[in-house]
T-cell receptor, first 114, second 114 residues
């Protein structure tokens, strides 16, 4: 199957700093990528849809100024958590659809904000 | 009420047992139903995909959808320790090309003991 790679797989940062997470489609092009957040023992929640060459679409309740998304190429989308706080600590996962529509997920990035 | 409800478990079974994992949903517009498997600290991977009501079998796995009762099931026959993971059900009213609109259950953590 297709491969979606996320980096870093885990990151620890101080409160108030910004963290960037990368999502790459390694063997296919993705005009759309999705970003999710998963708190412990909770569902995967869609945060935003990343669109190559245009602005991301955010789900209700997700602050677009806090979670900056850039989809600068057909194989790379980035999520920047700005001025991170402990409540932003979570597992962030991206996914991308191949041409059949099937979604492939990255391995996730665990963020811990101290 | 959440749109997709799933008992988080944990569920522990002996090797070789038949496992039954279940979800209920509330949105009658849901047409497409998926089961994902998520190993610890990894992204989800698609196991089974079904459209509308009915059964679908793939090896040791059988997915079942009953739209009249809004009930989704995944059966695992001859369970193996390698099946130990969290299983997430998901549903969407849209076609496979729009899987970013998936609504996930919380996931059921399964442990298969040798």
């Amino acid at each position: 199957g297709a491969v979606v790679s996320q980096h870093p797989s885990w990151v620890i940062c101080k409160s108030g700093t910004s963290v960037k997470i990368e999502c790459r489609s390694l063997d296919f092009q993705a005009t759309t990528m999705f970003w999710y957040r998963q708190f412990p023992k909770q569902s995967l929640m869609l945060m935003a849809t990343s669109n190559e060459g245009s602005k991301a679409t955010y789900e209700q309740g997700v602050e677009k100024d806090k979670f900056l998304i850039n989809h600068a190429s057909l194989t790379l989308s980035t999520l920047t958590v700005t001025s991170a706080h402990p409540e932003d600590s979570s597992f962030y996962i991206c996914s991308a659809p191949v041409n059949t529509g099937e979604l492939f997920f990255g391995e996730g990035s665990r963020l811990t904000v101290l | 009420q959440k749109e997709v409800e799933q008992d988080p478990g944990p569920l522990s079974v002996p090797e070789g047992a038949i496992v039954s994992l279940n979800c209920t949903y509330s949105n009658s517009a849901f047409q497409y139903f998926m089961w994902y498997r998520q190993y610890s600290r990894k992204g989800p991977e698609l196991l089974m995909y079904t459209y509308s009501s009915g059964n679908k079998e793939d090896g040791r796995f059988t997915a079942q959808v009953d739209k009249s009762s809004k009930y989704i099931s995944l059966f695992i026959r001859d369970s193996q320790p390698s099946d130990s993971a969290t299983y997430l059900c998901a549903a969407t009213p849209f076609s496979r090309g729009s899987q970013g609109n998936l609504i996930f259950g919380k996931g059921t953590k399964l442990s298969v003991k040798p």
